[in-house]
């Protein structure tokens, strides 16, 4: 297993337009993490799924984003109608059942909105 | 005041230096501590994590975890300039939540 894969890297969209990002975790850990990261700051929590069931949700996810994880496995992103401010780099993290404290980053998707 | 407060830095020691970085938090109920370390434009890879007060070492890295001054610390003896990076502190929530601090970021100066 090569770790939490995230796909694509790097993405420049208009304002307006739909995104959507996809995230492949270790393929033994059943919970699922996206974390949104801006120039100088911390990732900041978005919502977590464990297996095909999304358990929490940040304030941060507005209406125009949604995650799914429909066979507990890979999951992915949307944002609708991108704003400038939703430029920043989109993470996702997995990890084992109980085991929070020991997430597994991927290399992100950077998102750029003009 | 944030739950997890951490200075942003940059802290430039000399290649050898022992670095000292840190963050307190406001949350009593964190009961696990992790540090997290990122370099430009990639992921956070986990360092090591610490459950409740107390110390663990790895290597060339130490975490020490004070809950009664809620006070966090990560050594790293003999440092190298491949240890340059942002270093992100971070806790559990009882929501099983990732709170992050915002990183310091260390330069090793050969």
């Known amino acids: 297993d090569t770790g939490v894969s995230q796909n694509p890297r790097h993405k420049i969209t208009k304002r307006g337009q739909n995104v959507t990002f996809r995230c492949d975790p270790i393929?033994?850990?059943?919970?699922l993490y996206w974390y949104r990261q801006t120039l100088g700051q911390g990732p900041e929590f978005l919502t977590y799924f464990q297996n095909e069931a999304q358990l929490e949700k940040s304030r941060l996810l507005s209406d125009r984003f949604s995650a799914e994880r429909p066979k507990g496995s890979f999951s992915t992103l949307e944002i609708q109608r991108t704003e400038q401010g939703d430029s920043a780099m989109y993470l996702c993290?997995?990890?084992?059942?109980?085991?929070?404290?020991?997430?597994?980053f991927g290399p992100g998707t950077r998102l750029t909105v003009t | 005041q944030k739950e997890v407060e951490q200075d942003p830095g940059p802290l430039s020691v000399p290649e050898g230096a022992i670095v000292s970085l840190n963050c307190t938090y406001s949350?009593?109920?964190?009961?696990?501590f992790m540090w997290y370390r990122q370099y430009s434009r990639k992921g956070p890879e986990l360092l090591m994590y610490?459950?409740?007060?107390g110390n663990k070492e790895d290597g060339r890295f130490t975490a020490q975890v004070d809950k009664s001054s809620k006070y966090i610390s990560l050594f790293i003896r003999d440092s190298q300039p491949s240890d340059s990076a942002t270093y992100l502190c971070?806790?559990?929530?009882?929501?099983?939540?990732?709170?992050f601090g915002k990183g310091t970021r260390l330069h090793i100066l050969p």
């Open positions: 393929s033994e850990h059943n919970r």
């Open positions: 610490t459950y409740s007060s």
């Open positions: 949350n009593s109920a964190f009961q696990y």
């Open positions: 993290a997995s990890s084992s059942p109980g085991t929070a404290y020991e997430q597994y």
């Open positions: 971070a806790m559990i929530d009882r929501d099983d939540k990732i709170i």
